[in-house]
């Protein structure tokens, strides 16, 4: 396991047990290990013992025996958004479906009034306390979704701000186009229109600003079709971008298949996900990105169907989905321990779901998501005992380091 530049390196730590997280039996443990960064990237990895005779560092640094892991990617976020929905909250515990209070104007369009209504600073500054909270927890990259703006304007706001908190705060961010996420108030009755807008207009325009890296929707029945998303990725494909699904979360709407059609990087909540979606995911090479936020915060009852996905070889995911709506969560751990708890995924899958396979779900396998050689320099340190215990408790697990790009974090993260 060692790299290009054998023994020459910025920074060395040691005093570290290692969990890999690249794929090998277990969490890829190295009891007492050693990891070196070169020029933001992991230039060595191993056993202390096997360090090459005459190596050097310009800095050496001593992990106290705790666990040193890849940092934690959220690979399915809204938290670029503004508004506050809890009064929803209220009347969901009375007994009002999440279906209701969208279709009576609730629900994303909300969301959409508030976020339009905001300067880019007070998104950004409403957007930040979320951001933080998922940093303290070791997350170095976090992918943002817009959708809460439905014009073209204020989608760029949205991915502007998620821009910035890329350019401000010690994290990747990689951003998601969802205009096709809710069907705005003022194109009511014509869908075809809007998607015709989302499609000709907004995302060509995003996509010459810079600011998309993939193209999601919403597929759903209180969402759009199969034939209007299929409309968007034609669109995406013209423009070189990949392609990811919010898909049979609610309902079956073939999204699964229809997203590992367009060879896309995931779909995602996948609750009632049929056979022929898993086949085809599994042909594509399709990420699986599970939401248990989600399914969690709206009470549902149906499982996505896991065992069939790793029947299938499918890489499964865990992101946060953190949204107003149905998953005001900021907790990328809680959501590893939910994926445990509710969808009885393993610590190990968990964490592979918050790591590599994020990174998958995302299109950066090859630069982040575990510890090799040559990814770049992204870890976490923690305080545990063992790896299972990031997702074995809410809460418990004290991050002591994080290192993004090869520098390590300030202890309290100060705004440029
Ligand atoms: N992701 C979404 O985009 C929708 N549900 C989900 O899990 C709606 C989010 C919202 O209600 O604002
Ligand atoms: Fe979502």
């Known amino acids: 396991m060692t790299g290009a530049h054998d023994g020459d390196w910025d920074t060395l730590w040691t005093h570290v047990q290692l969990a890999t997280l690249d794929g090998r039996e277990g969490y890829g443990e190295i009891p007492d290990g050693a990891l070196a960064i070169r020029a933001g990237r992991i230039g ?11 190596w050097t560092a310009r800095s050496v640094e001593d992990g106290g025996g705790g666990w040193l892991l890849p940092g934690l990617i959220d690979c399915h976020t809204h938290i670029v958004h503004a508004g506050n929905r809890s009064d929803e909250f209220e009347d969901r515990l009375q007994g009002v479906s999440y279906e209701a209070i969208a279709r009576r104007g609730g629900g994303i369009v909300a969301t959409v009034r508030a976020t339009r209504a905001a300067s880019e600073d007070e998104l950004f500054a409403a957007s930040l306390p979320r951001v933080e909270s998922l940093l303290a927890e070791g997350v170095t990259t976090i992918e943002i979704k817009s959708g809460y703006g439905l014009a073209l304007d204020a989608e760029a706001k949205m991915l502007r701000v998620a821009r910035r908190i890329g350019a401000s705060l010690p ?24 998607v015709d807008a989302v ?4 995302l060509p325009a995003l996509a010459a ?10 597929c759903e029945n209180i969402g759009f079709t199969a034939g209007e998303t299929e409309r968007v990725f034609r669109a995406a494909g013209a423009l070189g971008l990949p392609v990811k699904l919010h898909a049979e979360q609610l309902s079956d709407q ?6 590992a059609r367009h060879r896309g990087l995931s779909a995602d909540h996948l609750e009632h996900l049929g056979a022929d979606g898993i086949a085809a995911m599994a042909a594509a090479g399709t990420v699986a990105v599970l939401l248990p936020g989600a399914f969690y915060f709206l009470r549902e009852t149906r499982l996505p169907p896991v065992q069939a996905l790793r029947d299938a070889g499918v890489p499964i995911a865990v992101a946060t989905d953190c949204n107003p709506g149905t998953s005001p969560l900021a907790s990328l751990l809680t959501a590893l321990n ?3 708890t509710l969808f009885r995924l393993t610590p190990r899958e968990a964490l592979l779901g918050a790591t590599s396979n994020a990174a998958r779900a995302l299109g950066i396998a090859g630069d982040v ?10 870890l976490a340190l923690w305080d545990i005992a063992r790896p299972a215990d990031l997702a074995c408790g809410i809460g418990l697990c004290r991050c002591l380091a ?4 090869g520098v390590r974090r300030a202890p309290r993260i100060a705004l440029d």
Do not use: I, Q
Not at 199 to 202: D, F, L, N, S, Y
């Open 44 to 54: 060595w990895v191993g056993p202390r013992r096997d360090l090459p005779a005459g």
């Open 369 to 378: 998501g575990s510890l090799e050689p040559g990814k770049a320099a992204d």
């Open 209 to 218: 600003e810079g600011l998309v890296d993939a193209v999601d929707a919403f």
């Open 402 to 405: 994080v290192v993004n790009d």
């Open 171 to 194: 994290v990747r961010v990689r951003t998601t186009f969802l205009g096709a996420h809710a069907l705005p108030p003022e194109f009511a009755g014509r869908p075809d229109d809007y």
């Open 254 to 259: 073939g999204g699964a298949a229809l997203v």
């Open 338 to 340: 939910m994926a445990c």
């Open 199 to 202: 499609c000709r207009e907004m």
